[in-house]
């Protein structure tokens, strides 16, 4: 992964909520796991970029759902 200063959080959340998407449609046990897991990676440096610099501000707008 990039290093935190490189890190579209927002992005990234994004990305994340694709992984869980695709694992509740996941079609195997295994599928499902690797989709979680790999949300929770991209979860875990998001909450740790926003930690290291808690007064950034971020356009949240990539995270919203489209209609």
């Known amino acids: 992964m ?15 909520q694709d992984e ?19 949300a929770a990676a991209l979860m875990r440096e998001a909450v740790k970029v926003i930690s290291n610099d808690p007064r950034r501000i971020y356009d949240w707008s990539p995270v919203v759902p489209s209609d």
Request: net charge negative; aromatic share 2%.
């Open 2 to 16: 990039a290093s935190n200063t490189d890190i579209d959080v927002p992005a990234v959340m994004r990305h994340a």
């Open 20 to 38: 869980v998407i695709l694992a509740l449609w996941a079609e195997t046990d295994e599928a499902e796991a690797a989709h979680r897991a790999r």
